[in-house]
């Protein structure tokens, strides 16, 4: 007897080095991975990174590890060449891969935000600033053909400004440098997504003096796509990430900004909660997430009329073309 428990020790010793000879369950062990690739990494995607820090996707049974695009046409070719599973990006990067004719093109099937995210910062305080004040000036925008360059371009003219005539739009500079040029004297005004345009003001850098997000209205901003052939094939998972974010966007909607800062901070430790605070904060009142996972056709319209004033879109998309909405659908049931 005394041999058999020695040997039943000795090999529950032995498990243990390979699964700790624990009575919890191994529920890591049943996950299913799932490749993601963000546009950028923001606190505009605060729901995501609730989701990621509350244990969501692990609820529904997901392993999400988490690559970061920077750009939504980085983002999407990861989509494209099946390094990412599902991406995080603009609704207008699927409306071009639909436009060049792709058979097996990727849709959407969970709307995040629905406005720009991303700000308009001034070397000066313009506490009465109105955009007629870009008159005569430069912008640092974006890159040509992206949402957040078409967004600038569609408010600046529906506030009656001349594109490259009253006010001067520089393109050249990468996403990731344009903070760093306009510290370096490049513009009077440069167009940035949080935190880093909160940075800017924190160091003295520059001036927040108004939001593309509250001037360009309701639109599909930030969406997730996958292709769909592997939302045909992996429904549950599909299924399961989209309950994962639905619980982030309900968790942010029923909470303060200071909560919500509290819970991300582990996605941005070069920012304090009372930054993160007044960034959620600012978001918060532009309205800046969806509270459910659903689409508006109305804002998918809008985004199609901002491309088509941008002259990068040549042929409109039917919204059941790109968007499938039953997976949003069958979340919020």
């Given at each position: ?159 009656g400004l001349k594109l490259n005539e009253d006010v001067e739009i520089i393109n050249n500079i990468d996403f990731s ?131 088509e004033q941008g002259g990068q879109l040549t042929q409109r998309v039917a919204f059941a073309d790109l968007i499938r ?9």
């Open positions: 007897m005394k041999k058999f428990i020695s040997l039943l020790l000795a090999g529950c010793m032995a498990l243990s080095l390979l699964a700790g000879c624990s009575s919890q369950p191994t529920a890591q062990a049943e996950q299913t991975p799932v490749r993601l690739n963000e546009v950028v990494h923001s606190v505009f995607y605060a729901p995501q990174y609730v989701a990621m820090e509350l244990g969501f996707f692990e609820e529904e049974g997901l392993d999400v590890s988490v690559a970061i695009g920077n750009g939504a046409d980085k983002s999407m070719t990861a989509l494209l060449s099946n390094a990412a599973d599902i991406a995080l990006l603009g609704t207008e990067a699927g409306i071009y891969v639909y436009n060049e004719g792709k058979e097996d093109y990727p849709k959407a099937f969970l709307q995040l935000t629905q406005r720009a995210g991303n700000f308009l910062v001034s070397r000066v305080d313009e506490p009465d600033f109105t955009w007629e004040n870009l008159q005569g000036k430069s912008v640092i925008g974006g890159r040509l053909g992206g949402m957040p360059e078409m967004v600038l371009e569609y408010v600046l003219k529906e506030n440098s344009t903070a760093g040029a306009f510290t370096g004297n490049v513009g009077d005004y440069t167009v940035e997504f949080e935190p880093v345009a909160t940075t800017l003001e924190n160091s003295g850098s520059g001036y927040i003096v108004a939001s593309l997000g509250a001037a360009s209205g309701y639109v599909p901003y930030t969406v997730y796509m996958a292709r769909d052939d592997f939302m045909n094939e992996h429904p549950e998972t599909i299924e399961a990430f989209t309950r994962a974010i639905y619980k982030g966007q309900l968790w942010v909607k029923d909470h303060t900004s200071e909560e919500i800062a509290n819970v991300v901070a582990p996605q941005f430790p070069d920012s304090d909660a009372k930054t993160l605070t007044t960034i959620i904060e600012r978001y918060k009142a532009q309205d800046t997430w969806k509270a459910d996972p659903t689409f508006s056709e109305d804002g998918f319209n809008l985004i199609q009329d901002i491309m909405t039953d997976f949003a659908e069958k979340a919020i049931k």
